[in-house]
């Protein structure tokens, strides 16, 4: 699986648009790029997933480069409770049966 | 729709007991997850059964964790005896074996403590 590289932490503040940016120079031809968020005392969330170019649904944006080597999560006009750890996962592909492997994820603070 | 849920949501236990979490998925979900977070540590896959067969339990850490799936419907997690390094979050979740959206969903979560 791929590995991944994404920032520790971010801080924000309300109302600001939030892009979070994962590396994943190994990515394959059949990876795709998920997104899961965890807020305190919680499981983790599935936010978004995509393969190349863009990605909307009602919470998030995904846009990836035409290389893949990376994507940027991005969250529009946050708000306190997007306060969460955000999780960048490669590798998980149609095959429904596939298992999340976790890594550290960006803890995101927004701050009012 | 009822979300994963798990039971009970905290439990403290002395070494060398044995506890047994509970996990009741999404219905209609073949497929069922068991991860768990130690102290300070990512969370970590344990194992994967599709209905009521273990597909993969390649992170199980060792035979002192029995996991079952009766039925194909709720699933359960016991540790005998517990040790101090079972202490952690233990997650269920679950997913549908058809669609087009890969997307598991996890519960709230078990926190066990094992003094």
């Known amino acids: 699986l791929a590995k991944t590289t994404q920032p520790i932490s971010m801080d924000s503040y309300e109302g600001q648009e939030v892009n979070i940016t994962c590396s994943h120079n190994n990515i394959a031809t059949n990876d795709y790029i998920t997104w899961y968020q965890q807020f305190p005392s919680q499981g983790p969330r599935f936010i978004i997933q995509?393969?190349?170019t863009k990605v909307t649904n009602e919470v998030a944006s995904l846009f990836i480069p035409a290389d893949r080597k990376s994507s940027t999560l991005s969250l529009p006009r946050v708000s306190l409770s997007d306060t969460a750890v955000y999780y960048c996962l490669v590798g998980l592909s149609m095959n429904r049966d596939d298992k999340i492997i976790f890594g550290k994820g960006t803890r995101l603070h927004i701050l009012p | 729709e009822a979300g994963v849920t798990q039971f009970p949501s905290h439990s403290v236990i002395e070494k060398g007991q044995t506890v047994t979490l509970r996990c009741d998925p999404i219905s209609g979900h073949d497929n069922l997850y068991w991860y768990r977070r130690v102290m300070g540590k990512e969370i970590k896959f344990l194992l994967h059964f599709v209905k009521e067969s273990k597909q993969d339990e390649s992170g199980m850490p060792n035979n002192r964790f029995l996991a079952e799936r009766t039925g194909g419907t709720y699933s359960t997690l016991k540790v005998q005896p517990a040790e101090l390094e079972d202490s952690g979050v233990y997650f269920c979740?679950?997913?549908?074996?058809?669609?087009?959206?890969?997307?598991?969903?996890f519960g709230p979560g078990t926190r066990l403590t094992v003094t």
């Open positions: 979740a679950s997913s549908h074996s058809t669609g087009y959206n890969y997307e598991q969903y």
């Open positions: 995509g393969y190349k």
